[in-house]
């Protein structure tokens, strides 16, 4: 991993955002299920959370079918890891940590 200079990011602070962020920093991909339950929030709140992130270029939103089911999986973009990496850091940074 590449350091990264710390940087407060708005469009990640916000508690839910930094949730998503920080679950999908951990994997390629995960299921917007299995995100909603782990961030314990509507689909239509978590929704727009991702809807920022997707608009900020930091998470990337895929649909596809599965076994005759519609399956919607998150993941972050490149963009979106360097971004999480610096707002981790800063807070870290400002914790003293």
Same mark, same amino acid.
């Given at each position: 991993m590449t350091a990264v200079a710390p940087h407060f990011d708005a469009v990640i602070h916000p508690p839910p955002r930094?949730?998503?962020?920080g679950l999908l920093a951990a994997v390629d991909t995960m299921e917007f299920a299995a995100v909603r339950d782990r961030v314990q929030v509507s689909d239509s709140v978590l929704?727009?959370?991702v809807r920022q992130l997707e608009?900020? @270029?930091?998470?990337?939103?895929?649909?596809a079918t599965i076994a005759s089911r519609? $399956?919607?999986s998150?993941?972050?973009t $490149?963009? @979106?890891r360097r971004a999480f990496d610096a707002h981790v850091a800063e807070l870290r940074r400002i914790a003293g940590v």
């Amino acid at each position: 991993m590449t350091a990264v200079a710390p940087h407060f990011d708005a469009v990640i602070h916000p508690p839910p955002r930094l949730q998503v962020c920080g679950l999908l920093a951990a994997v390629d991909t995960m299921e917007f299920a299995a995100v909603r339950d782990r961030v314990q929030v509507s689909d239509s709140v978590l929704s727009k959370h991702v809807r920022q992130l997707e608009e900020a @270029g930091y998470v990337r939103v895929s649909k596809a079918t599965i076994a005759s089911r519609q $399956r919607t999986s998150l993941s972050l973009t $490149r963009e @979106g890891r360097r971004a999480f990496d610096a707002h981790v850091a800063e807070l870290r940074r400002i914790a003293g940590v």
